[in-house]
């Protein structure tokens, strides 16, 4: 059964200075049952800011109990409690659903076991991942020290794919009819400009096709693995590389979106909702690239 629920919208300013009007819960509306995730645990790695933030907050408004990954407890246990409040507030007449928050470095093998078998010990399933640990930088390919290489793909593939392989393991034990969901990027089936980034658009190409990868090895257990490709947006990451490389960028960027805009995080919200639920129970294999139209030129 859905619940209840007060829809208020919330406006926030594009690169472009125009207002936004992004509705912050969509509970209440008449939809499909299956779109609730009611009874599902979630997990969400880099899901302290950002897209993983955002990613996280949609599926507790969606019902699900979430467990909050980030690199310190500190940074999990701060956005567990901006979500439970955000979703108070939208949702008063509801119960918030239980978060929890981890301290884990997605690239060393023995935390991300160590973490996830806690996440079980907490929870006692899991039914939903989506991997949004990640980074970027942008750097000429013939400067690129290897050393940055190296982190570059330890954090954005080897990362993605530690907690993939955890997930993978305990839903094939579990009989768990699960959600895969590893965030990709548009820049894993283009290159953008003007900024040089050769070694970000290999590790999100790389997770593009583990996201296919997977879901052949696991879809006849009836797990479903996909990719979810966000194009530019107003995350605390590209806030940083602007403060470094200049705000310029945001307009020749903007110059290539149909749409004329940047995204904001948490339009991110209902894609990753429909992937992690029972919506799209025949999605498996895909990138789903959600750009404003950048790749469509």
Not at 103 to 114: G, I, L, M
Not at 182 to 190: D, F, H, K, Q, V
Not at 201 to 208: E, I, L, P, T, W
Not at 215 to 235: F, H, K, Q
Request: aromatic residues 6%.
């Amino acid at each position: 059964m859905l619940r209840q629920s007060l829809v208020r919208c919330a406006s926030r300013s594009s690169p472009l200075g125009r207002a936004l009007v992004i509705p912050t819960s969509a509970r209440g509306i008449r939809t499909l049952p299956s779109f609730s995730l009611d009874g599902k645990t979630c997990v969400v790695t880099g899901a302290a800011r950002g897209l993983g933030k955002e990613i996280l907050t949609g599926f507790a408004l969606s019902g699900a109990r979430c467990a909050c990954v980030d690199l310190t407890k500190a940074a999990a246990e701060a956005s567990i409690k901006h979500i439970a409040e955000h979703v108070a507030a939208t949702q008063p007449s509801e119960p918030v659903p239980e978060l929890k928050a981890y301290a884990c470095d997605v690239t060393q093998e023995a935390e991300v076991k160590d973490t996830f078998s806690q996440i079980i010990l907490d929870f006692g399933n899991v039914d939903v991942v989506a991997t949004a640990a990640g980074i970027v930088d942008n750097v000429e390919a013939e400067n690129y020290e290897y050393p940055r290489w190296r982190k570059m793909l330890d954090v954005n593939l080897d990362g993605t794919w530690l907690f993939a392989r955890e997930a993978g393991k305990h839903m094939l034990e579990k009989q768990t009819r699960g959600s895969i969901i590893l965030i990709g990027s548009m820049s894993a089936s283009i290159c953008v400009r003007p900024q040089k980034q050769a070694a970000y658009n290999a590790s999100k190409g790389a997770v593009a096709i583990l996201a296919k990868s997977l879901a052949t090895e696991w879809g006849p257990s009836g797990i479903r693995v996909n990719c979810l490709s966000p194009g530019y947006m107003e995350t605390d990451l590209i806030r940083e590389l602007l403060a470094k490389e200049g705000k310029e960028l945001v307009h020749s960027w903007v110059r290539d979106i149909p749409l004329g805009r940047m995204a904001h995080p948490s339009e991110m919200q209902g894609v990753a909702v429909w992937m992690a639920s029972d919506a799209s129970s025949y999605l498996n294999g895909s990138d789903i690239i959600i750009d404003g139209g950048y790749t469509a030129y």
